[in-house]
């Protein structure tokens, strides 16, 4: 069964705070991906990783940065937490050949207060 | 630049009916579509797929229709049931590979009543 996980389900933090957050898949998958959930907004992509230490912008990078030091974990660091990226934090990874299925994490609940 | 979109942000479908959710494209290099099913506090689960050399693929209830010519596409769900209540996105991509990166809609959220 294959599975992706990520290290909290619900995060509270304060503005200013340096936030990590963790995901791991155990699929072998080179491919891995953050978004953020916000009503009316759907998914949007903030970083991807096609392979261990690369990594892309999505379409919102601004205040996000993302660690890839092996293929199985690609973490998401907010370096400076503010308010506006209250959000649902979602980790998906999907295999290097194919069509780009893409499996999902159950996602992390973070709030910024 | 929204180029997928879902213009019905919600849909409600009587138990054993028809559930028709759209979805509009805007890009024509897109060449494969997905829809996936997200329950609360969960992730969102792949649910069918298509690609641009097809118009119809089915799954048991599940159906999505094609249209290249009016970038639209659909997801047929017969008959629907209330477990089907969920929010469901549809997504784009374009290439395989490592160039599968998926452009997703703002969601449906879908209401199967009694």
């Known amino acids: 069964d294959v599975k992706v996980t990520q290290s909290s389900r619900y995060l509270v933090k304060r503005t200013g705070e340096k936030v990590f957050l963790e995901c791991v898949q155990d699929m072998d998958h080179e491919n891995m991906f953050w978004y953020r959930q916000d009503p009316g907004l759907g998914l949007r992509l903030i970083y991807f990783s096609y392979d261990v230490k690369m990594k892309e912008k999505g379409d919102i990078p601004e205040g996000y940065s993302v660690s890839r030091e092996k293929k199985e974990r690609f973490s998401l660091i907010l370096e400076s937490a503010s308010t506006n990226q209250t959000s649902m934090y979602l980790c998906?990874?999907?295999?290097?050949?194919?069509?780009?299925?893409?499996?999902f994490g159950p996602g992390t609940r973070l709030t910024v207060t | 630049d929204q180029q997928v979109k879902q213009n019905s942000p919600s849909l409600s479908v009587q138990e054993g009916r028809i559930s028709i959710l759209n979805c509009d494209y805007t890009n024509s290099m897109f060449d494969y579509f997905l829809w996936y099913k997200k329950y609360p506090a969960e992730g969102p689960t792949f649910l069918i797929s298509?690609?641009?050399?097809?118009d119809k693929n089915e799954d048991g209830r599940f159906t999505v229709f094609l249209n290249k010519s009016a970038k639209h596409l659909s997801l047929h769900i017969v008959p629907s049931q209330p477990g089907d209540s969920a929010v469901y996105f549809c997504a784009a991509s374009r290439g395989t590979g490592t160039a599968s990166k998926l452009t997703f809609g703002t969601g449906t959220r879908l209401q199967v009543t009694l």
């Open positions: 298509i690609s641009s050399i097809k």
């Open positions: 998906a990874s999907s295999s290097g050949t194919g069509w780009g299925e893409q499996y």
